[in-house]
């Protein structure tokens, strides 16, 4: 099963994929050779293929055919309005956790219809703007929660559609920090707390349950536990309809997984996860209820897409090699935050007789925790020299900051031979924006 956790050097690898990959000795991403990107627009630089983004939203999409259903995209894995147009003109929705991409939906053209709000503290001006926007659900995580959403949708004249995301305390067998089924952690409402709620919100002019949900966590190794997770979210949703609760959304959550090329064993395709939906809804009984399917995945669509391309600007040789270059922490900080692997190319292909040695590959960033990768195999590099960081288009620039006084890394579309800006670079004037001065 894969983890979160950087490999060690026998298990270190680049994951296959048609749109990256060495054309005449050069790193290409969406036929655009990545060297001509840097030299455009300089490093740091977010790069993203966005035909990847279609293939596996189409993917995805197929897994799901045997129920009517609405990919809703995960908008904290990346919310650029590039990539979330992208998705908007496939068809797809948006599962947002805060007011900001609630509007970065909207911007991007993705209806409210299709957007549900998630997450555990939502504020009251913004389930106002939830509902002034007309979301398809507000996912009720606590009892307190659902006494604001009701407050609010009175105060304002609305009958606010809820789903009661529930807790199943299923283990998905993922990093600790991604987890988000169990009882220890801060997401859902225990289920028999769930029960007591129902005749509440089903006797309420203010409310209106349209859905129950659940999410167990990100990065799931196997379809078990989402088969399990899916079969106690159908029987609670068969038990909440015979409670008077008009069911017309069952929203499984998200957990599709995404190669990052060190696992010991691939993770299982879109279709597995799909399979194992149906059998959970199956064996429950709450597929012929009829209702519409609603998943949420984030990085599954989007990581692939993604590359961090950066510049060495040093070497250091001593008891070890750092290979110095001008992205760190701040602008990708998966790997600093719990470990996690992302493969790290050399731009310029080696050839087959250079010899590859470790090498850590570090940031500028003053902490001894700012590296993108620990003991990598390259070949010699020197100043100037090109790396690509792969799998880098979910939680990449999302999480970026501008600790050290570091401005943004600009973000670049690539496809069909041509390169477009989509996010410039943040300059200096930006880091104290909004500061008085």
């Not at 909207?106 to 106002?128: N, Q």
């Not at 984030?298 to 391309?309: D, K, P, T």
């Not at 110095?324 to 935050?337: G, T, Y």
């Not at 690539?414 to 001065?437: C, F, K």
Request: aromatic content about 6%; some cysteine.
């Amino acid at each position: 099963m894969g983890t979160e956790h950087d490999a060690p050097d026998t298990r270190q690898g680049v994951p296959s994929s048609p749109f990256h990959g060495y054309v005449n000795g050069q790193l290409t991403s969406g036929g655009v050779p990545l060297a001509s990107v840097a030299e455009q627009f300089d490093t740091p630089t977010y790069v993203y293929a966005p035909a990847s983004i279609d293939a596996r939203y189409r993917a995805i999409d197929d897994a799901l055919s045997f129920a009517p259903h609405l990919i809703a995209y995960a908008v904290k894995a990346n919310g650029n309005l590039a990539i979330l147009k992208r998705l908007a003109a496939l068809g797809c929705g948006a599962d947002i956790v805060s007011a900001g991409e609630l509007h970065r939906a909207l911007r991007a053209g993705i209806p409210g219809s299709k957007i549900v709000f998630s997450g555990v503290g939502k504020k009251r001006d913004e389930i106002c703007a939830a509902l002034h926007a007309g979301v398809k659900s507000l996912h009720v995580e606590s009892a307190q929660e659902l006494d604001m959403i009701e407050t609010v949708a009175k105060r304002v004249g609305a009958r606010a559609p809820v789903s009661l995301r529930i807790n199943p305390d299923v283990d998905p067998q993922t990093h600790p920090y991604i987890a988000t089924g169990l009882h220890s952690t801060k997401f859902g409402i225990e289920t028999e707390e769930a029960l007591q709620l129902v005749p509440r919100v089903v006797a309420s002019p203010h409310l209106e349950m349209v859905g129950v949900a659940c999410h167990i966590g990100s990065q799931l190794g196997s379809a078990t536990p989402l088969e399990e997770a899916v079969t106690l979210l159908g029987r609670f949703a068969l038990t909440c309809r015979d409670l008077g609760a008009p069911i017309r959304e069952i929203d499984v959550g998200g957990g599709w997984p995404l190669d990052y090329g060190h696992e010991a064993v691939p993770y299982p395709g879109a279709d597995v996860f799909g399979q194992a939906i149906r059998r959970g809804l199956e064996a429950s009984g709450a597929l012929a209820l009829g209702a519409e399917l609603i998943t949420e995945p984030g990085r599954s669509l989007v990581g692939e897409a993604g590359v961090l391309l950066a510049r060495v600007v040093y070497v250091k040789e001593r008891r070890k090699r750092f290979v110095i270059v001008d992205a760190a922490m701040n602008d990708l900080v998966r790997p600093a935050l719990y470990g996690a692997y992302h493969a790290i190319q050399p731009v310029s292909e080696p050839a087959p007789s250079e010899e590859l040695s470790p090498a850590d590959v570090v940031g500028p960033v003053c902490e001894s925790g700012d590296f993108l990768g620990r003991d990598r195999l390259l070949p010699p590099l020197g100043p100037g020299d090109l790396v690509a960081v792969r799998c880098a288009g979910a939680y990449g620039r999302e999480m970026a900051s501008t600790y050290n006084a570091r401005p943004a890394a600009a973000e670049v579309f690539v496809e069909d031979g041509v390169a477009t800006l989509v996010r410039r670079r943040g300059d200096l004037a930006s880091l104290w924006a909004g500061e008085e001065s």
